[in-house]
């Protein structure tokens, strides 16, 4: 129970880092100075000291938004698998629940996009609406292959299963929903393909248009509810399509998969350097892509067993 | 002449349920109404024919309460008469409503042998023993669907809801379409009892079908109750993908999958009748204070009418399906019955129901931009209009009203397994398997029942969002901040009402992708300055979406049938000879179709009698070209 405490405690202080060592890797690849590793925290704890400025158009939502953007993004990270082997697992929440509590974070969001009466902020909720509608059943697909492989639909208990008896006989359909799931990360991240977090010009944002009207201590629970998100899907990631590691001495099994989380950062980070931003209608493309390949993998996983 | 069992009595829970808040609604909102007496006389009497539907126990009964149901839910609608837009979708609504009366009666003529006076366990010794179930079954489909509103009987939803009166709509969308679905349950199970695989597969197709057709076309709307009544049609489609669901897996003899299918169908039942009628409230309190229904003149309704807008929200999270309400939960339990497909050994309908899996994830994807988009124009942000500014709070029985629906939506997820014990039981009434103690071994947690099934639990869903939010709010609190308010950043310019998104630029996006489906016909007209096309000086931009079922099957229906009766004109020469002529081909159509399907078949015969009918017409009818 200890271990599994500290391990979300410890997946929460490493949801900053994480976020920043993206943009320091992209930042050395592009041959800028990086800033330094502990910018997350120091933007974090500055945003708490900092005054609120509450918008004058706004409503009562934008005191209650940003925390319930926060919470079941946090609650979530209670129903990840396992990463060492003896830690306490939740092993019956199913993917759908983890599936609804970020759409729920997602709601609240694109309610505060709208609530300060801003253009930009319609912008970015209804960009968002938008991603957010295609990438719900790509979603659903890939937890229904990948649980068929894992033989649970738990998250928690399909990640141990795939550690203990990695599905060889289902590499086609296992590789198929690894490239879905993917795709996934990067769009409910807004990673560059679809969103691109560093810039704040009105043709491609998204999600930097939605909180553009937040402040201070809410501003910092909205940062920390994206860094939080992309450590949940890249800790899903990790688990589900890379289970390996989980049975080793505690100590290294923590290091294994802290590694891992650092390996898809470094994907993430490569593909944003050496891609551009997609247009957002040609974003539908992309999500397609994650369909496509879900669907694959079922019917490869039903007709094929493969 | 009654019938009390358990599928009775828990519909008429159902009625009561939706009902009672909308007494208190009603009441507060009758002060808007004219004619009073016609209102209330059709209202009591609309709630008892409901009531009447599901406690007949025989034909004749039955009929004449779904009858007396269409009749005062007409009359109700031309309670207050706006122009003619409002008789048009009466009309429609009394066409669409007898199109589905005309197959029930068939169905029961057929069903009771012509005496309409025997019960449904009578009626299934009949049924069982006539040749052709699908066709009672295609009658079935018609009448109940057409009251539903499944596609492509859904056409009139979207005119005849926005036409009512706002509790009005709130009760026919609410509980008068899940009448329909009691119709369903217990035609199926009492009147059928079996039923053939593929019937369960067009169940599912329909299903699905309607749910995203549903969802996208609220999407595209901008008058309030319009978009309302289009994601009734969506919700209709989930709770019909749960039955067909349960109705494949039966045929299947998979009996606990059918058991949760089932139950999870009438669960999306109550939890729909819950949180529509609250959201047509919310809709009508808006529209009671704002005098329009067009979502663009809506606007920061928050800060003037909050109860309105909080039981709005609960209600908006629930349809939308996100943890933990119970609008989640029911969706859950039909994804889930939908994913313990994978149990079923005959490929080609396990690859199909993937595709139902995916058109279900995406409908819920969309409802949620619906949502956001309903809460976010009509209640945040600036006014958009001055009648918005000057809106206040309803009155009190009318809040009332709301947040007693609102109560009945939280009961429906706090407890959840008290009703599914509910369910349970019904379903077990209707000789299928009891499988409440696999679903909650204990209370805390709702588990399926599938393969390798998953487990989610609502009070530790709410309890753990509750908690943390707490602990968040405690740490904002200890920090204390200072506040300071001052305007929205809008590049050094001030926000005003019409620089904030409209619901139609919301839904610009997903409008784009779907333009195959919706086929926008759009108004771009702008006054420009000295030929330079970029600079305006007044803009107007406008998009009409017409329904693709409606452009397609009904007016090419209307459209043809336009056609014939030109033809039939044409052949009308106010001739004696002409005349005579065509009495003549009757005649012999008459005794050779008697020849032919009555007395004997025979190919040859119908080949050589329909070259003797051609030769006739085509000598004395049609005649020579002058």
């Known amino acids: 129970m200890i271990l599994y405490i500290s391990t979300i405690v410890v997946l929460i202080l490493l949801a900053p880092l994480l976020t920043n060592f993206i943009k320091i890797l992209k930042m050395y690849l592009l041959y800028k100075k990086p800033v330094s590793i502990f910018q997350g925290y120091r933007d974090f704890s500055k945003l708490l000291s900092k005054e609120i400025v509450l918008s004058k158009e706004s409503s009562s939502i934008t005191q209650i938004a940003p925390f319930l953007v926060l919470s079941p993004l946090l609650l979530t990270l209670f129903f990840l698998p396992p990463i060492a082997k003896g830690e306490y697992y939740v092993s019956f929440v199913d993917a759908f629940t983890i599936t609804g509590l970020i759409s729920l974070s997602t709601f609240f969001l694109m309610l505060l ?33 990948i649980s068929m492989m894992a033989n649970s639909l738990g998250v928690g208990q399909a990640g141990v299963n795939l550690a203990n008896h990695f599905p060889y006989e289902h590499m086609a359909s296992f590789i198929f929903a690894g490239i879905s799931f993917f795709i996934l990360l990067i769009a409910e991240n807004g990673r560059i393909p679809v969103d691109n977090p560093e810039t704040h010009l009105e043709l491609t944002m998204v999600h930097e248009a939605m909180i553009l009207d937040v402040s201070g201590f809410y501003l910092a629970l909205i940062e920390a509810a994206s860094s939080i998100k992309f450590i949940i899907f890249a800790s899903m990631f990790a688990s589900l399509f890379m289970p390996f590691g989980l049975n080793l001495p505690l100590l290294l099994a923590i290091l294994v998969f802290i590694l891992k989380l650092f390996f898809v950062c470094v994907i993430v980070a490569l593909m944003e350097v050496n891609g551009a931003k997609l247009r957002l209608f040609k974003v539908p493309n992309l999500l397609g892509i994650a369909i496509v390949f879900s669907f694959l993998s079922l019917i490869t996983f039903y007709v094929l067993g493969a | 002449m009654f019938l009390f069992d358990n599928l009775s009595n828990l519909f008429i829970f159902l009625i009561i349920l939706g009902v009672v808040p909308n007494l208190f609604y009603s009441f507060g909102y009758l002060s808007h109404i004219k004619r009073k007496f016609y209102y209330l006389i059709h209202y009591f009497a609309f709630i008892l024919s409901m009531i009447g539907v599901v406690i007949s126990a025989n034909a004749l009964v039955f009929l004449l309460f779904w009858e007396l149901m269409s009749l005062t839910s007409w009359q109700l609608i031309l309670t207050q008469i706006e122009g003619k837009s409002t008789i048009r979708a009466a009309r429609f609504y009394f066409f669409m409503t007898h199109f589905g009366f005309v197959f029930l009666l068939l169905f029961f003529l057929i069903a009771t042998n012509g005496n309409l006076e025997l019960n449904f366990i009578q009626m299934k010794s009949i049924v069982s023993h006539f040749a052709y179930p699908t066709l009672l079954f295609f009658f079935v489909v018609f009448a109940l669907l057409s009251k539903a509103g499944a596609v492509p009987l859904h056409v009139w939803l979207p005119y005849a809801h926005p036409a009512a009166p706002s509790p009005v709509s709130a009760l026919m969308s609410g509980v008068m379409l899940k009448v329909a679905i009691y119709g369903l349950f217990r035609f199926m199970f009492d009147v059928f009892g079996v039923w053939q695989l593929e019937w369960g ?24 109750k319009a978009l309302l009544a289009n994601h009734s049609i969506e919700n209709i489609g989930i709770i019909l993908i749960g039955f067909g669901m349960g109705m494949i897996f039966s045929s299947l003899h998979l009996a606990t999958l059918s058991s949760f299918a089932f139950i999870a169908a009438l669960f999306h039942t109550f939890n729909h009748m819950s949180f529509k009628s609250l959201l047509f409230m919310g809709a009508g309190s808006v529209l009671h204070e704002t005098k329009t229904k067009n979502m663009e003149k809506y606007g920061g309704l928050i800060k003037s009418m909050p109860i309105t807008a909080f039981t709005f929200l609960l209600a908006s999270i629930s349809i939308s399906a996100l943890p933990p309400t119970n609008g989640f939960l029911s969706e859950w339990m039909i994804f889930q019955s939908l994913l313990s497909s994978s149990v079923i050994d005959n490929i080609s309908l396990k690859l199909a129901i993937p595709f139902s899996v995916f058109a279900l994830a995406l409908t819920s994807g969309l409802a949620i931009a619906c949502f956001v988009k309903v809460f976010g124009i009509t209640f945040l942000g600036l006014h958009r209009s001055q009648n918005a500014k000057h809106a206040t709070e309803v009155n009190f029985l009318m809040k009332s009203g709301m947040v007693l629906m609102g109560f009945v939506v939280i ?47 609502p009070l530790i869903l709410l309890a753990g969002l509750l908690i943390i939010t707490f602990i968040l709010y405690v740490f904002y609190k200890m920090l204390n901040i200072k506040k300071r308010v001052f305007h929205t950043w809008a590049c050094g310019y001030n926000t005003s009402s019409i620089t904030q998104y409209s619901a139609t630029g919301f839904a610009g996006p997903i409008r784009r992708f779907f333009t195959w489906l919706y086929d926008p016909d759009i108004h771009f007209e702008k006054e420009i300055i000295t030929g330079h096309k970029s600079k305006f000086v007044d803009a107007k931009f406008s998009v009409h979406v017409e329904p693709l079922f409606e452009r397609t099957l009904y007016r090419s229906g209307v459209r043809l049938t336009n056609k014939i009766s030109y033809y039939i004109y044409r052949l009308a020469h106010f001739e004696q ?41 085509k000598i004395l009818l049609v005649g020579s070209k002058r």
């Open chain 1, 113 to 145: 996009g709208l609530d300060s009466a801003s253009s930009f902020g319609g912008l970015g909720s209804s960009r968002e609406a938008f991603i957010s509608a295609l990438v719900e059943p790509a979603m659903i697909l890939t937890v229904f292959s």
């Open chain 2, 201 to 224: 597969v067009l169940v599912l197709i329909i299903g699905a079908i309607s749910s995203l057709v549903g969802v996208l076309y609220a999407l595209s709307e901008h008058d309030i």
């Open chain 2, 411 to 457: 009961s429906l997820m706090l407890f959840t397994p008290f009703y599914i014990k509910l369910f349970d039981n019904v379903i077990y009434g209707l000789n299928q398997t009891s499988i409440y103690d696999k679903i909650f071994p204990n209370i805390w947690s709702l588990h399926s029942i599938a393969y390798n099934g998953g487990v989610v639990s």
């Open chain 2, 577 to 617: 000879r002409k005349y005579s002529a065509i009495i003549f081909n009757m005649l012999l159509s008459v005794l050779f179709s008697y020849r032919i399907f009555v007395h004997e078949f025979s190919w040859s015969t119908l080949a050589l009698e329909s070259v003797m009918m051609i030769i006739s017409v």
